[in-house]
């Protein structure tokens, strides 16, 4: 069973489009995240949410967007996509008040051309 | 600010022992983690240590924590082949409020020679 899984596991698209990456969780977290990990490996967060709260990195533009339908999914939504938003963008999801371990998705690996 | 510094790259032999260490500057970290990344691979959380805990092990991994100096290290027993990976350090700053995320170091390449 997949713990965290996400959709789709590669995207390449063209500058200026709007794309979609969809994740879920089947651990029954209450908090999920998106990070983004660039050509060098540095990894970053971007938002963490929780059904109370939307806690946004300052750095993300607002192009960006997260969505969650429900408890177990948290989508990113990215608009006016460019060459620089490519990159591999990984969710992750986590109990607060259970030591807040996140566990990861196998990441989206995004493409910008 | 929240900092987490790792060196770059680790070169060991087959068999011998692996250190990774990482500094952090945030002290009011409660937890710190080791996530592996295989090549074309997402984070596998490896192991994690409370703020209060001075070490944990667990099979060939070894956690040590120094909170006084801020230092987090992961000692591998016996590298593999299979342990070629990139390592990252991260701290979290739960409050118990909400989750602000995980902050990562840049990641330690760590590469076995035959």
């Known amino acids: 069973d997949t713990a965290v899984s996400q959709t789709p596991k590669y995207l390449v698209t063209q500058m200026g489009n709007d794309k979609s990456i969809k994740c879920e969780q089947n651990?029954?977290?209450?908090?999920m995240y998106w990070y983004k990990q660039d050509s060098k490996k540095f990894l970053k967060i971007m938002f963490s949410y929780n059904n109370k709260e939307l806690i946004i990195n300052e750095t993300v533009p607002n192009r960006f967007s997260p969505k969650s339908p429900d408890k177990a999914h948290l989508n990113l939504h990215i608009n006016s996509l460019e060459l620089g938003d490519s990159a591999v963008y990984f969710c992750?999801?986590?109990?607060?008040?259970?030591?807040?371990?996140?566990?990861f998705g196998p990441g989206t690996r995004l493409t910008v051309l | 600010g929240e900092d987490v510094e790792q060196s770059l790259f680790l070169s060991v032999r087959e068999g011998d022992s692996s250190v990774i260490n990482c500094t952090y500057t945030d002290s009011s970290s409660t937890y710190l983690y080791w996530y592996k990344q295989e090549p074309g691979a997402g984070l596998q959380l490896l192991t994690y240590i409370f703020s209060n805990m001075d070490m944990k092990q667990d099979q060939r991994l070894t956690v040590l924590l120094n909170k006084k100096d801020k230092h987090l290290s992961l000692r591998i027993a016996d590298t593999q082949t299979g342990d070629s990976a990139i390592y990252f350090c991260a701290e979290s700053m739960y409050s118990g409020g909400g989750a602000d995320g995980l902050t990562f170091g840049k990641g330690t390449h760590l590469i076995i020679q035959p």
């Open positions: 992750a999801s986590s109990q607060v008040g259970g030591g807040d371990t996140q566990y």
């Open positions: 651990l029954g977290h209450d908090t």
